[in-house]
Protein backbone atom coordinates (compact mmCIF):
# COMPACT_ATOMS: atom_id res chain seq x y z
CA UNK A 1 0.00 0.00 0.00
CA UNK A 2 1.04 3.63 -1.20
CA UNK A 3 2.30 6.11 2.21
CA UNK A 4 1.94 9.69 1.24
CA UNK A 5 3.65 11.41 3.88
CA UNK A 6 5.27 15.24 4.49
CA UNK A 7 7.86 16.10 7.03
CA UNK A 8 5.89 19.58 6.81
CA UNK A 9 4.34 18.16 9.86
CA UNK A 10 6.92 18.75 11.90
CA UNK A 11 6.16 22.92 11.69
CA UNK A 12 3.22 22.23 14.04
CA UNK A 13 4.43 21.71 17.64
CA UNK A 14 2.10 22.79 20.20
CA UNK A 15 3.78 23.30 23.93
CA UNK A 16 0.75 22.98 25.89
CA UNK A 17 -2.96 21.76 25.79
CA UNK A 18 -5.55 23.32 28.42
CA UNK A 19 -6.70 20.39 30.89
CA UNK A 20 -8.59 20.10 34.62
CA UNK A 21 -6.99 23.59 35.14
CA UNK A 22 -3.52 23.12 34.12
CA UNK A 23 -1.63 23.56 31.26
CA UNK A 24 -0.51 20.39 30.36
CA UNK A 25 1.66 19.08 27.63
CA UNK A 26 0.10 18.28 24.37
CA UNK A 27 0.11 14.51 24.05
CA UNK A 28 -0.45 15.17 19.51
CA UNK A 29 3.23 15.01 19.06
CA UNK A 30 5.46 15.41 15.88
CA UNK A 31 7.16 11.88 17.33
CA UNK A 32 3.74 10.68 16.87
CA UNK A 33 4.13 10.18 12.51
CA UNK A 34 7.95 9.74 12.90
CA UNK A 35 6.81 6.27 14.59
CA UNK A 36 4.35 5.45 11.90
CA UNK A 37 6.82 6.22 9.08
CA UNK A 38 9.49 4.44 10.90
CA UNK A 39 7.14 1.15 11.49
CA UNK A 40 5.81 1.59 7.58
CA UNK A 41 9.65 1.78 6.34
CA UNK A 42 10.79 -1.09 8.60
CA UNK A 43 7.84 -3.46 7.79
CA UNK A 44 7.89 -3.22 4.06
CA UNK A 45 4.53 -1.60 3.15
CA UNK A 46 5.01 -0.18 0.13
CA UNK A 47 6.24 3.19 -1.65
CA UNK A 48 6.25 6.05 0.72
CA UNK A 49 5.75 9.58 -1.16
CA UNK A 50 5.52 12.86 -0.60
CA UNK A 51 1.82 14.63 -1.15
CA UNK A 52 1.25 16.82 -4.09
CA UNK A 53 0.20 20.58 -3.82
CA UNK A 54 -3.45 21.27 -4.32
CA UNK A 55 -4.34 24.57 -2.84
CA UNK A 56 -7.55 26.53 -1.36
CA UNK A 57 -9.70 24.96 -3.78
CA UNK A 58 -10.67 21.31 -2.15
CA UNK A 59 -9.82 23.16 1.48
CA UNK A 60 -13.03 25.55 0.90
CA UNK A 61 -15.14 22.75 -0.28
CA UNK A 62 -15.21 21.53 3.50
CA UNK A 63 -14.53 24.85 5.37
CA UNK A 64 -15.79 27.74 4.97
CA UNK A 65 -13.95 31.15 3.59
CA UNK A 66 -13.52 32.65 6.92
CA UNK A 67 -11.94 29.92 9.02
CA UNK A 68 -9.66 29.57 6.42
CA UNK A 69 -8.61 33.24 6.16
CA UNK A 70 -8.57 32.92 10.21
CA UNK A 71 -6.26 29.78 10.02
CA UNK A 72 -4.22 31.41 7.14
CA UNK A 73 -3.37 34.78 9.79
CA UNK A 74 -3.62 33.82 12.81
CA UNK A 75 -0.20 33.30 13.34
CA UNK A 76 0.85 37.08 12.46
CA UNK A 77 -2.63 38.29 14.63
CA UNK A 78 -1.08 36.52 17.34
CA UNK A 79 2.55 37.56 16.85
CA UNK A 80 1.36 41.33 16.67
CA UNK A 81 0.58 41.09 20.12
CA UNK A 82 3.91 40.72 21.07
CA UNK A 83 2.95 37.18 22.49
CA UNK A 84 6.10 34.60 22.37
CA UNK A 85 3.45 31.46 23.03
CA UNK A 86 1.68 29.47 21.25
CA UNK A 87 -2.09 30.83 20.70
CA UNK A 88 -4.27 29.75 22.65
CA UNK A 89 -8.41 30.25 23.00
CA UNK A 90 -10.32 31.45 26.06
CA UNK A 91 -13.79 32.79 25.54
CA UNK A 92 -15.96 30.51 23.30
CA UNK A 93 -19.43 31.94 21.95
CA UNK A 94 -21.22 29.07 23.78
CA UNK A 95 -25.41 28.99 24.40
CA UNK A 96 -26.70 32.77 24.75
CA UNK A 97 -23.99 34.28 23.69
CA UNK A 98 -23.74 35.95 19.47
CA UNK A 99 -22.31 34.12 16.78
CA UNK A 100 -23.77 36.13 14.12
CA UNK A 101 -20.68 38.73 14.37
CA UNK A 102 -17.19 37.28 13.94
CA UNK A 103 -15.17 39.55 16.64
CA UNK A 104 -12.51 41.76 15.35
CA UNK A 105 -9.23 40.57 18.03
CA UNK A 106 -7.19 37.47 17.75
CA UNK A 107 -8.92 36.82 21.16
CA UNK A 108 -12.01 36.58 19.94
CA UNK A 109 -11.38 35.15 16.62
CA UNK A 110 -9.46 32.16 18.77
CA UNK A 111 -12.64 31.18 20.46
CA UNK A 112 -14.96 32.02 17.53
CA UNK A 113 -13.26 29.21 15.50
CA UNK A 114 -12.72 26.39 17.96
CA UNK A 115 -14.62 24.05 20.23
CA UNK A 116 -11.95 23.79 22.88
CA UNK A 117 -8.18 24.68 24.32
CA UNK A 118 -6.25 21.76 22.61
CA UNK A 119 -5.44 23.60 19.41
CA UNK A 120 -2.40 25.47 19.93
CA UNK A 121 -1.13 27.17 17.36
CA UNK A 122 2.35 27.76 16.36
CA UNK A 123 4.75 29.56 13.45
CA UNK A 124 4.51 26.88 11.18
CA UNK A 125 0.47 25.42 11.72
CA UNK A 126 -0.71 26.34 8.77
CA UNK A 127 1.58 25.29 6.50
CA UNK A 128 1.58 22.01 8.43
CA UNK A 129 -2.17 21.90 8.41
CA UNK A 130 -2.00 22.23 4.60
CA UNK A 131 0.69 19.46 4.17
CA UNK A 132 -1.72 17.48 6.23
CA UNK A 133 -4.87 18.06 3.70
CA UNK A 134 -2.67 17.49 1.04
CA UNK A 135 -1.38 14.30 2.29
CA UNK A 136 -5.43 12.93 2.29
CA UNK A 137 -6.09 14.59 -0.97
CA UNK A 138 -3.28 12.52 -2.83
CA UNK A 139 -4.39 9.41 -1.23
CA UNK A 140 -7.80 10.48 -2.53
CA UNK A 141 -6.39 11.40 -5.97
CA UNK A 142 -4.30 7.95 -5.80
CA UNK A 143 -7.69 6.08 -5.68
CA UNK A 144 -9.75 7.60 -7.68
CA UNK A 145 -7.45 7.00 -9.68
CA UNK A 146 -7.95 3.35 -9.83
CA UNK A 147 -5.68 2.32 -6.41
CA UNK A 148 -7.89 -0.41 -4.33
CA UNK A 149 -6.10 1.16 -1.45
CA UNK A 150 -3.71 4.24 -0.10
CA UNK A 151 -2.56 5.79 3.46
CA UNK A 152 -2.61 9.34 4.10
CA UNK A 153 0.14 9.69 6.75
CA UNK A 154 -2.03 12.86 8.51
CA UNK A 155 -0.75 15.01 10.93
CA UNK A 156 -1.95 17.17 12.48
CA UNK A 157 -5.19 14.29 12.96
CA UNK A 158 -8.62 16.22 11.35
CA UNK A 159 -11.50 14.52 12.64
CA UNK A 160 -13.03 17.24 15.60
CA UNK A 161 -12.61 19.95 12.63
CA UNK A 162 -15.65 21.21 11.79
CA UNK A 163 -16.44 23.39 8.51
CA UNK A 164 -15.61 26.73 10.82
CA UNK A 165 -14.18 25.12 13.95
CA UNK A 166 -11.40 23.72 14.98
CA UNK A 167 -10.85 21.42 18.27
CA UNK A 168 -9.44 18.24 20.18
CA UNK A 169 -5.94 18.59 18.24
CA UNK A 170 -7.67 19.41 14.54
CA UNK A 171 -7.92 22.00 12.35
CA UNK A 172 -8.82 20.81 8.91
CA UNK A 173 -10.47 18.13 8.60
CA UNK A 174 -8.70 15.89 6.28
CA UNK A 175 -11.23 12.88 5.91
CA UNK A 176 -13.87 15.19 4.70
CA UNK A 177 -12.01 17.13 2.98
CA UNK A 178 -10.60 13.71 0.61
CA UNK A 179 -14.56 12.49 1.17
CA UNK A 180 -15.64 15.62 -0.84
CA UNK A 181 -12.44 15.22 -3.27
CA UNK A 182 -13.90 11.79 -4.49
CA UNK A 183 -17.72 12.78 -4.28
CA UNK A 184 -16.09 16.07 -6.90
CA UNK A 185 -13.83 13.45 -9.02
CA UNK A 186 -17.17 11.35 -9.50
CA UNK A 187 -17.80 9.09 -7.09
CA UNK A 188 -21.51 9.09 -6.29
CA UNK A 189 -22.01 7.63 -2.55
CA UNK A 190 -19.38 7.49 -0.34
CA UNK A 191 -18.74 5.88 3.25
CA UNK A 192 -16.26 7.46 6.42
CA UNK A 193 -15.77 5.28 8.59
CA UNK A 194 -14.30 6.56 11.69
CA UNK A 195 -12.72 4.05 14.18
CA UNK A 196 -10.64 6.71 15.94
CA UNK A 197 -11.99 6.37 20.18
CA UNK A 198 -13.62 9.49 19.98
CA UNK A 199 -16.28 10.75 18.14
CA UNK A 200 -15.64 12.64 14.87
CA UNK A 201 -17.72 15.59 15.70
CA UNK A 202 -16.74 17.55 13.08
CA UNK A 203 -16.82 14.67 10.17
CA UNK A 204 -20.21 14.29 11.34
CA UNK A 205 -21.41 17.81 11.40
CA UNK A 206 -19.74 18.25 7.80
CA UNK A 207 -21.92 15.73 6.26
CA UNK A 208 -24.97 15.47 8.63
CA UNK A 209 -27.62 16.70 6.05
CA UNK A 210 -26.22 15.27 3.24
CA UNK A 211 -27.52 11.78 1.80
CA UNK A 212 -24.30 11.33 -0.22
CA UNK A 213 -21.79 10.32 2.14
CA UNK A 214 -22.63 8.08 4.70
CA UNK A 215 -20.89 8.94 8.26
CA UNK A 216 -20.76 5.55 10.78
CA UNK A 217 -18.21 6.03 14.12
CA UNK A 218 -17.57 3.58 16.72
CA UNK A 219 -16.17 5.81 19.96
CA UNK A 220 -16.09 6.29 23.93
CA UNK A 221 -19.63 7.60 24.70
CA UNK A 222 -20.00 11.03 24.66
CA UNK A 223 -21.54 10.85 28.51
CA UNK A 224 -17.99 10.10 29.64
CA UNK A 225 -15.89 10.72 27.29
CA UNK A 226 -14.64 13.98 24.79
CA UNK A 227 -15.89 15.58 22.80
CA UNK A 228 -18.98 15.35 25.34
CA UNK A 229 -21.38 17.15 23.15
CA UNK A 230 -22.05 14.96 20.19
CA UNK A 231 -21.50 11.56 18.71
CA UNK A 232 -24.81 10.09 20.75
CA UNK A 233 -26.90 7.14 19.19
CA UNK A 234 -30.02 9.37 18.36
CA UNK A 235 -27.81 11.26 15.73
CA UNK A 236 -29.02 9.52 12.91
CA UNK A 237 -28.63 12.78 10.36
CA UNK A 238 -31.12 15.24 9.10
CA UNK A 239 -33.01 16.38 5.76
CA UNK A 240 -31.67 14.42 3.12
CA UNK A 241 -29.10 12.96 5.20
CA UNK A 242 -31.83 11.03 7.62
CA UNK A 243 -30.34 7.60 8.04
CA UNK A 244 -26.89 8.67 6.70
CA UNK A 245 -24.99 8.84 10.20
CA UNK A 246 -24.99 6.11 12.29
CA UNK A 247 -23.21 6.50 15.92
CA UNK A 248 -21.66 3.46 18.03
CA UNK A 249 -20.81 5.05 21.17
CA UNK A 250 -19.30 2.72 23.67
CA UNK A 251 -18.54 1.90 27.26
CA UNK A 252 -15.20 2.62 29.26
CA UNK A 253 -13.20 -0.88 29.14
CA UNK A 254 -14.71 -1.92 25.26
CA UNK A 255 -13.04 -5.04 24.92
CA UNK A 256 -12.21 -5.84 21.17
CA UNK A 257 -14.65 -8.50 20.93
CA UNK A 258 -17.33 -6.01 21.98
CA UNK A 259 -15.46 -3.40 19.39
CA UNK A 260 -15.85 -5.43 16.71
CA UNK A 261 -19.68 -6.77 17.04
CA UNK A 262 -20.11 -2.90 16.84
CA UNK A 263 -18.19 -2.73 13.88
CA UNK A 264 -19.86 -5.82 12.08
CA UNK A 265 -22.75 -3.02 12.60
CA UNK A 266 -21.29 -0.38 11.15
CA UNK A 267 -20.04 -2.36 8.06
CA UNK A 268 -22.79 -3.73 7.28
CA UNK A 269 -24.74 -0.05 6.99
CA UNK A 270 -22.17 1.09 4.96
CA UNK A 271 -22.55 -1.89 2.77
CA UNK A 272 -26.77 -1.37 2.48
CA UNK A 273 -25.75 2.17 1.52
CA UNK A 274 -24.22 1.40 -1.22
CA UNK A 275 -21.18 3.16 -1.15
CA UNK A 276 -18.68 3.12 -3.78
CA UNK A 277 -15.38 4.17 -2.07
CA UNK A 278 -14.55 4.22 1.54
CA UNK A 279 -12.57 6.94 3.67
CA UNK A 280 -11.34 5.19 7.06
CA UNK A 281 -10.49 7.99 9.69
CA UNK A 282 -8.14 5.77 11.37
CA UNK A 283 -7.05 6.03 15.08
CA UNK A 284 -5.54 3.54 16.82
CA UNK A 285 -6.20 5.69 20.62
CA UNK A 286 -8.80 2.44 20.64
CA UNK A 287 -5.26 0.50 22.47
CA UNK A 288 -5.26 -0.71 25.40
CA UNK A 289 -1.93 1.34 26.09
CA UNK A 290 -3.21 4.83 25.40
CA UNK A 291 -2.52 6.97 27.64
CA UNK A 292 -6.37 9.38 27.55
CA UNK A 293 -8.26 6.54 26.45
CA UNK A 294 -10.50 3.60 27.41
CA UNK A 295 -10.73 0.92 25.54
CA UNK A 296 -8.60 -2.36 25.73
CA UNK A 297 -7.83 -3.38 22.06
CA UNK A 298 -4.22 -5.41 21.97
CA UNK A 299 -1.86 -4.85 18.83
CA UNK A 300 -3.16 -7.95 17.37
CA UNK A 301 -6.81 -6.63 17.04
CA UNK A 302 -5.44 -4.13 14.84
CA UNK A 303 -4.99 -6.68 12.42
CA UNK A 304 -8.27 -8.27 13.00
CA UNK A 305 -9.72 -4.65 12.28
CA UNK A 306 -8.04 -4.27 8.79
CA UNK A 307 -8.84 -7.59 7.63
CA UNK A 308 -12.56 -6.85 8.50
CA UNK A 309 -12.56 -3.57 6.92
CA UNK A 310 -11.21 -4.97 3.85
CA UNK A 311 -14.15 -7.75 3.74
CA UNK A 312 -16.22 -4.93 2.47
CA UNK A 313 -14.10 -4.62 -1.20
CA UNK A 314 -14.26 -0.88 -1.38
CA UNK A 315 -11.40 1.27 -2.67
CA UNK A 316 -10.14 2.55 0.47
CA UNK A 317 -8.44 5.35 1.94
CA UNK A 318 -6.92 5.57 5.18
CA UNK A 319 -6.73 8.85 6.83
CA UNK A 320 -4.39 8.97 10.04
CA UNK A 321 -5.85 10.31 13.08
CA UNK A 322 -5.52 9.95 16.99
CA UNK A 323 -3.25 7.61 18.43
CA UNK A 324 -1.29 8.75 21.69
CA UNK A 325 0.90 5.35 23.01
CA UNK A 326 3.88 6.48 20.97
CA UNK A 327 5.71 3.66 21.22
CA UNK A 328 2.68 1.35 20.02
CA UNK A 329 1.55 3.55 17.70
CA UNK A 330 3.31 2.56 14.02
CA UNK A 331 2.90 -0.98 14.84
CA UNK A 332 -0.73 -0.66 15.56
CA UNK A 333 -1.44 1.34 12.62
CA UNK A 334 0.94 -1.32 9.85
CA UNK A 335 -1.42 -4.03 12.30
CA UNK A 336 -4.31 -2.25 11.04
CA UNK A 337 -3.20 -1.73 7.00
CA UNK A 338 -1.38 -4.96 6.59
CA UNK A 339 -4.61 -6.88 7.91
CA UNK A 340 -6.48 -4.82 5.07
CA UNK A 341 -3.75 -6.03 2.05
CA UNK A 342 -3.65 -9.61 3.40
CA UNK A 343 -7.06 -10.89 4.84
C1 LIG B 1 -7.66 13.29 17.10
C2 LIG B 1 -7.89 12.96 18.53
O1 LIG B 1 -7.74 11.82 18.93
N1 LIG B 1 -8.19 13.98 19.36
C3 LIG B 1 -8.42 13.72 20.73
C4 LIG B 1 -8.72 14.97 21.48
C5 LIG B 1 -8.89 14.67 22.93
N2 LIG B 1 -8.81 15.87 23.68
C6 LIG B 1 -9.21 15.81 25.04
C7 LIG B 1 -8.43 14.83 25.83
C8 LIG B 1 -7.80 15.47 27.03
C9 LIG B 1 -6.75 14.54 27.47
N3 LIG B 1 -5.76 15.11 28.32
C10 LIG B 1 -5.30 14.00 29.09
C11 LIG B 1 -4.38 14.31 30.19
C12 LIG B 1 -4.25 13.02 30.97
N4 LIG B 1 -3.38 13.16 32.09
ZN1 LIG C 1 -9.00 10.23 19.18
Known sequence: MLTIY???????????????????PCFESPERAEQILARVKERGLGPVRAPDRFGRGPL????????????????????????????????????????????????GKLGFYSIDAAVPITAGTWD????S???????????????????????????????RAMGGFCYLNNAAIAAQAMRDGGVERVAILDVDYHHGNGTQTIFYDRADVFFASLHGDPAVE???????????????GLGANLNLPLPWGTSAAEYLAALAVALARIAAFGAQALVVSLGVDTFEGDPISHFTLGSD?????????????????????GGYAVGDIGGNVVNVLSGFEKP
Do not use: N
Not at 7 to 23: D, N, S
Not at 82 to 92: H, S, V
Not at 226 to 240: C, I, N, Q, R, V
Open 6 to 24: SPEHHRHHGAAEFYRGKLV
Open 60 to 107: ARVHSGDYLDFLASAWEEWQALGETGDALPYAWPAAGLRRDVPPAHID
Open 128 to 131: AVQA
Open 133 to 163: ADCALTGARVVLEGASSAFALCRPPGHHAGA
Open 226 to 240: YPFFLGHADETGAGD
Open 301 to 321: DFTTLGRRIAALGLPTLFVME
